[in-house]
């Protein structure tokens, strides 16, 4: 299949989903090794997938999560403006929230994960709310967000870049 990232001009167009897991306190993140900033765990949509097939396939490929995984409901859909490597880039994001089918895996929040698929440079962590703002997580609307969930789904634009 392909992910819809898109070139386009001198920028990306990008549609991407990811999902809110709190568990004790504390939610999953997601970092790739050359990067400075931790994210929530999802990726690329592809095409004729829907959102929430997405998400299932992206844990399932990274952290060997089930298909009965459970999402929703959809909490946040973020058009995000902002520079990633130099490119201007336009995104979209559908953010669930979700738990996995079996926590037992990533059940010590002490410890740092590797992504199950073979030569992936990303990595996961439990972080607790109490302390976001300790960490560098983008984008930035997540430190209160994932505090205080919304009841009913919530758009939200961003403008990140300089």
Same mark, same amino acid.
């Given at each position: 299949?392909?992910?819809?990232?898109?070139?386009?001009?001198?920028?990306?167009?990008?549609?991407?989903?990811?999902?809110?897991?709190?568990?004790?306190?504390?939610?999953?993140?997601?970092?790739?090794?050359?990067?400075?900033?931790?994210?929530?765990?999802?990726?690329?949509?592809?095409?004729?997938?829907?959102?929430?097939?997405?998400?299932?396939?992206?844990? $399932?490929?990274?952290?060997?999560?089930?298909?009965?995984?459970?999402?929703?409901?959809?909490?946040?859909?973020?058009?995000?403006?902002?520079?990633?490597?130099?490119?201007?880039?336009?995104?979209?994001?559908?953010?669930?929230?979700?738990?996995?089918?079996?926590?037992?895996?990533?059940?010590?929040?002490?410890?740092?994960?590797?992504?199950?698929?073979?030569?992936?440079?990303?990595?996961?962590?439990?972080?607790?709310?109490?302390?976001?703002?300790?960490?560098?997580?983008?984008?930035?609307?997540?430190?209160?967000?994932?505090?205080?969930?919304?009841?009913?789904? $919530?758009?939200?634009?961003?403008?990140?870049?300089?």
């Amino acid at each position: 299949m392909t992910m819809i990232n898109l070139p386009i001009g001198d920028g990306i167009f990008n549609y991407r989903v990811a999902g809110v897991a709190i568990a004790d306190g504390c939610v999953l993140l997601q970092c790739a090794d050359f990067e400075d900033f931790w994210a929530l765990p999802g990726g690329r949509v592809e095409f004729g997938e829907s959102s929430a097939q997405a998400l299932r396939r992206e844990l $399932r490929e990274e952290l060997s999560w089930g298909d009965d995984m459970r999402v929703g409901p959809l909490l946040w859909i973020v058009e995000n403006f902002y520079t990633y490597q130099g490119q201007p880039t336009h995104e979209i994001g559908i953010y669930y929230l979700m738990a996995p089918d079996d926590p037992a895996p990533l059940a010590d929040k002490t410890l740092t994960y590797p992504c199950h698929e073979p030569d992936s440079q990303l990595f996961f962590r439990w972080f607790p709310l109490a302390t976001l703002e300790e960490t560098t997580i983008k984008p930035a609307f997540l430190y209160a967000a994932l505090r205080n969930p919304p009841t009913t789904t $919530r758009h939200i634009i961003l403008h990140e870049r300089p």
